[in-house]
Each structure stands twice: as structure tokens, then as C-alpha cells.
């Protein structure tokens, strides 16, 4: 048998409400946000991620799906929305369109990561970017967005971290503390890290080699090198979300694996999970920040952008994990069962009828027994059940059956849409 690919999921129909769920209300929120939707392609020229996600990054060095297209030209499947999205806007010339750009984007993105729970090689993101503001109220416009929108799901156990990660004038500082403090502790990085060392120190800090993992606690901090902009920076976002009511906490550890980030960084961290071993992770299910240099490292004009994106199977996870009553598949209102054939193509007529009219009906396309579409009526949870033979269809009269109270109602077989819409 032909299996799907590793890390790649199947959705069954039972499981899209709750994709839908999440897809509504990220089309909901940010239309109230004002972000109109932006699609773009699935795959793009592979030096578009090399230089704006960034050719140190894991992203970048390990996790692309990349091929060469018929013409030896070396394409990526997108591994995010955040490049493609800078690409997009100054190739359509929405650079100079009055602003904030404010975009959203639905898309599946691609990474070959090590498969685990919530960790996928094909994922879905939900994401946002706003472009031509350097405020820090953007800043936190954007975070009160992803906010509110993992509040409007209903997920309650998670927490807003946040950080600044400084600019390019006080970033060299922070690096080279980095640097002097890796340097002092060489033996104990792990071979890549050994790398990152010369190529890019920050990349230390996502390692999750365990004693890589363990000097990261105690490697300098960026807060302590941010120059006065930053700094200020920073504390107009922090001052912006107390006065939105926003809980978040300031976590120093967290750098993004991402390169194009600058100043203000965040995630949120969902509920814990125990793995195979018995160890909680907490998933990020979400995370952004601010990139002040993305569209000029792509060759665009000076434009600055913030954004986030979110996981979907993450945000599923933990809506699960919530104990919530979840979105399922839609029942009928009325299953009609019918006896022979008269009757079964009559019944086709009364649904298709129903359904015109907006009401999920179902009958028997199978050729079941009587009693075997009562069962079938049973098992699709339909909330009424009516039985037609030639009796009904010469009366014109139906007796609905309320297949949770067993209450029977008759109603003219014309006046059934009223009857449903009405009560
Ligand atoms: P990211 O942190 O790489 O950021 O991904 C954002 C979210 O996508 C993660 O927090 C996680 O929920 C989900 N995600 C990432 N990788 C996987 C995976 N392998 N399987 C399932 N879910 C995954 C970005 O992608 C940035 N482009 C976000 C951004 C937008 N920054 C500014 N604007």
C-alpha cells in the first residue's frame, strides 16, 4: 500500500469543523483588524529564503525542501510566509501604498523537521504582517491581534512571552558577549554550535542539545546590550500592552530562529504535553516580531515590517487539550426514509427541496431496508426522521419523528422548509 509521506497528515471530515473553526476565526479577527487576505505561491526561487530567512538559520541549512525544476533552476517549497509576503509586496509595488500594509495569509509550509506531536513536515500556519510602521505601537497592535485571537478560540492555558533582540546597532555588542562567553565554554558546545560560534552566535541559543541548552541559561542576556532606542522601544511596546490588559511575561531566552528579526520578539507558549519519556514540552504555538531590514535584504526599499504566525495543529492541540466542547460535523435536520421506489425518488425531491432552501436533509441513495435507513438515521445523528410511503405521498401529510423526545409531529410535505425554519 501507498502510504502519505512522513510527517504529513491526512484530515479526516470529522476533524475539518475544527479547522475550519480555527480558519473562521483567523478570517474573522483579522478582517476586524483591518488585514485584507493575501495568497501566494507555494514555492519559490531558493535564494529567497537563503537571504531573507537567512542561510545560517536550521531553516535554511537543514530543513528546505528544495528541488531543481525542469529548467535547473533551484526552487523551495515555502518553509514560512514572512519572506514570500516581502517578495510579494515590492514585486506588485505596495511599497510605496499608504500605510501600515496589513496582510493575512492562510498557508501550508514545509520543513524537514525530525516528525513528533504538533511537529509536522507539511504544517499550517495562520499569520499576519504589517508593513510601513516603526512604532512600537505596531508592535503591540500586532501582539494584542495574535492575543485576542488565541483567546477568541477558547484557549486559556497559554502565555505571551516577549523580548527585544535589539538592532543592528547594538546587536554587534550583544554578539560579541556572546561570543567571549561561548568561547569560554567551546568544549562544551556540541559540534554545530562549534559552527554557530563563527557563523552566527545567536543560534546558539535555540539549541536543543541538552548542554548546549544548559549554558544558554547563563549566557548573557539581550535586554542588558540595547541601545537607548531599544530600550525605549521595548518599553513603549510593554507600556502599550498594560494599557490593552495584556498579560505577558518578558522572557530573555527567547531569540526566534529566524534571522530577519529585529527589536521586539514573542511567542506563545501553549499547554504542556508529556512525551514518551514523561517530560512536559510546551509547544510555542505561535510566534513573530518586528523586521526592520527584511524587504531591503531582498533587494526592496527601506520598509519596516512586524508580524506573527500560528501553528493550526498546535492551536488544535491545545483546544483539545482544553476540555472545550468542540466543533463537529454538521447533522441533519431531517433524515426521510423511504418505502420503494415511488417513494425514494419522491424523497429525493422533498431533500433536494429542503436543501435549496438551506436545510440539511438527508434519504437513502443506498437501497437500504426500512429498518436498516432507521439505524443509518441513528448513526448520522439526524434530529428528525420522517417515514414516506404511498400513503404520505398521497395525503400529502409526513408524521416527524423528534429522534431525541420520540414527539411526533405531522406536517404538510410542502410546509416542511417553513416548518424547519420556523420553530
Ligand atoms: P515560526 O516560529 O517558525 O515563525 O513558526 C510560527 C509557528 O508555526 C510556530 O510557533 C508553530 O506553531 C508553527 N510551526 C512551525 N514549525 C512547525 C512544524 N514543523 N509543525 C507544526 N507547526 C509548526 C515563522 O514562521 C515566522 N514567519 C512568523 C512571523 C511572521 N514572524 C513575523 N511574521
Redesign the pocket.
Known amino acids: 500500500m501507498i502510504i502519505k509521506p512522513r510527517g504529513t497528515m491526512d484530515i479526516m471530515p470529522e476533524d475539518t469543523p475544527l479547522w475550519q473553526y480555527v480558519e473562521e476565526k483567523a478570517r474573522e479577527i483579522s478582517n476586524t483588524h483591518g488585514f485584507g487576505e493575501i495568497r501566494f505561491p507555494t514555492f519559490e526561487q531558493t535564494e529567497l529564503f537563503a537571504r531573507g530567512v537567512g542561510d545560517t538559520t536550521d ?1 535554511v541549512q537543514k530543513e528546505m525542501y528544495t528541488f531543481f525544476d525542469k529548467d535547473n533552476r533551484s526552487m523551495t517549497l515555502r518553509p ?3 519572506a514570500s509576503i516581502a517578495r510579494s509586496i515590492v514585486e506588485n509595488g505596495r511599497c510605496s501604498d499608504a500605510m501600515p500594509l496589513k496582510l493575512y495569509y492562510l498557508i501550508s ?1 514545509f ?1 524537514y ?1 525530525k516528525p513528533a506531536s ?4 507539511e ?1 499550517y ?1 495562520y ?1 499576519v ?1 504589517m508593513y510601513g510602521s516603526e512604532s512600537a505601537a505596531s508592535d503591540a497592535s500586532v501582539i494584542a491581534l495574535a492575543d485576542s485571537y488565541v483567546k477568541s478560540l477558547g484557549i486559556t492555558d497559554y502565555s505571551l512571552e516577549i523580548n527585544s533582540i535589539g538592532c543592528k546597532e547594538c546587536r554587534p555588542h550583544y554578539k560579541k558577549a556572546l561570543t567571549d562567553y561561548y568561547t569560554a565554554n567551546y568544549d562544551t558546545l556540541c559540534d554545530t554550535c562549534k559552527t554557530r560560534l563563527k557563523t552566527n552566535p545567536l543560534r546558539i541559543l535555540d539549541c536543543k542539545n541538552p548542554e548546549c541548552a544548559h549554558l544558554a541559561k547563563d549566557a548573557p542576556k539581550t535586554l542588558d546590550y540595547l541601545c537607548e532606542n531599544c530600550t525605549s522601544h521595548m518599553k513603549t511596546v510593554e507600556d502599550s500592552l498594560k494599557s490593552m490588559g495584556i498579560t505577558y511575561k518578558v522572557d530573555t531566552g527567547i531569540v ?3 534571522d530577519y528579526y529585529t527589536r521586539t520578539v514573542f ?1 506563545i507558549i501553549g499547554p504542556g504535553e508529556p512525551d514518551k519519556d514523561g517530560n512536559v514540552r510546551r ?7 518586528r ?1 526592520d531590514g527584511l524587504v531591503e535584504e531582498i533587494g526592496g526599499p527601506k520598509l519596516p515590517g ?6 493550526l ?2 492551536l488544535i492541540i491545545a483546544l483539545q487539550m482544553s476540555g472545550k466542547e468542540l466543533p463537529s460535523k454538521k447533522k441533519p435536520v431531517l433524515y426521510i426514509a423511504s418505502l420503494g421506489t415511488n417513494a425514494q425518488i419522491q424523497a429525493l425531491g422533498i431533500v433536494n427541496k429542503l436543501r435549496n432552501a438551506g436545510i440539511y436533509a438527508e434519504c437513502d441513495l443506498v437501497g437500504r431496508s426500512l429498518k436498516a435507513q432507521m439505524k443509518y438515521a441513528d448513526k448520522i445523528g439526524a434530529e428528525f426522521t420522517a417515514i414516506i410511503g404511498d400513503n404520505e405521498l398521497e395525503n400529502g401529510k409526513a408524521i416527524l419523528k423528534n429522534m431525541a423526545t420520540s414527539e411526533q409531529t405531522e406536517v404538510e410535505i410542502k410546509a416542511l422548509a417553513d416548518f424547519f425554519k420556523n420553530r
Open positions: 531553516v514560512e510566509g514572512t509550509c520543513r523537521e504538533g511537529r509536522y513536515r504544517f500556519q499569520g504582517e526566534r530562529g529566524l511567542e509547544l510555542a504555538l505561535g510566534g513573530g516580531g523586521y512586524v508580524g506573527f504566525a500560528m501553528g495543529s498546535r
